[in-house]
């Protein structure tokens, strides 16, 4: 899957959704997505399979575990294995839940 895919994959929840972060304000839910890591098969001094990690936050006002089951069911039906984790952000009055994935 290609970033670009991932990008329409995660459009079909209807959340706005942007790279990095929105220029202008934007209220909750919505999800921002960046390049975290590569994780490359190398050998031979030759890079053999890009594997490139990403981070993907949803970002909500409330707990919302439908809005969360939205997000996950895109990489599920896309075959994304992914981590999780939560945290809240008290100044923002959000809930951020950062989703780990790898793109091959």
Known sequence: MTQEE????LETTSIPIVYGEFEEEVNAPFITYQFSSSADI??????YVDISGYQVELYTDKKSPVTEK?????????????SKYESRISEEKLYQIVYTIQLI
């Open 70 to 82: 939205l997000v996950q069911d895109v990489f599920k039906l896309n075959g994304l294995v992914y």
């Open 6 to 9: 991932l990008v329409t994959a």
């Open 42 to 47: 190398k050998a031979d001094n030759q890079n």
